[in-house]
């Protein structure tokens, strides 16, 4: 059970989004919550939810890369101590994988396809973190499609052949 007032908050953006269908709403909800904590300047752990949060209700893919990147930016900052205090019912390592397959996923939109690999990588790599429950499975699934996207787009060109 979430018993920190900011995850909360943040959760009933996540529902406004996801559940309701309020994208607008959610990311007037995120930007108020951005601002009572500080910004970049805030708990590691509420920055890198909320800056995760606040990427999936970006309308330009240029802008969610710079809310996944902050997200991923501030994990390294959390501790598990502050996870379990919080209530998140996994530990710091369990977040890694999403973090690391949506920003593969804005690379991957950009056409920065080596960048998106290296994501999708480090996805893969730290997946054992999550369980076998529907969001572990809604995160493998969102890895094998972006995997099946990447095989289908074309390797990057290297310099002109001499």
């Not at 529902?15 to 910004?39: K, V």
């Not at 699934?141 to 099946?148: P, V």
Request: proline residues 4%.
């Amino acid at each position: 059970m979430i018993d920190d007032p900011t995850m909360s908050r943040i959760g009933q953006g996540v529902e406004l989004h996801h559940h309701q269908g309020r994208r607008e709403a959610a990311r007037d909800l995120f930007a108020q919550i951005w601002d009572d904590i500080g910004g970049e300047q805030g708990d590691p752990l509420h920055v890198c939810v909320l800056a995760h949060s606040m990427a999936d209700v970006q309308d330009d893919v240029q802008e969610e890369l710079l809310w996944d990147l902050r997200a991923l930016a501030a994990v390294s900052q959390v501790t598990d101590e502050r996870v379990a205090q919080a209530g998140v019912p996994f530990s710091v390592t369990g977040l890694y994988p999403s973090l690391h397959l949506n920003v593969g996923e804005c690379y991957r939109r950009l056409g920065d396809l080596d960048r998106a690999r290296e994501h999708l990588q480090q996805a893969r790599d730290t997946i054992g973190a999550l369980g076998d429950d529907e969001y572990a499975r809604l995160i493998r699934g969102g890895l094998e499609r972006l995997a099946e996207q990447l095989q289908g787009e074309p390797l990057p060109q290297s310099g002109p052949s001499e």
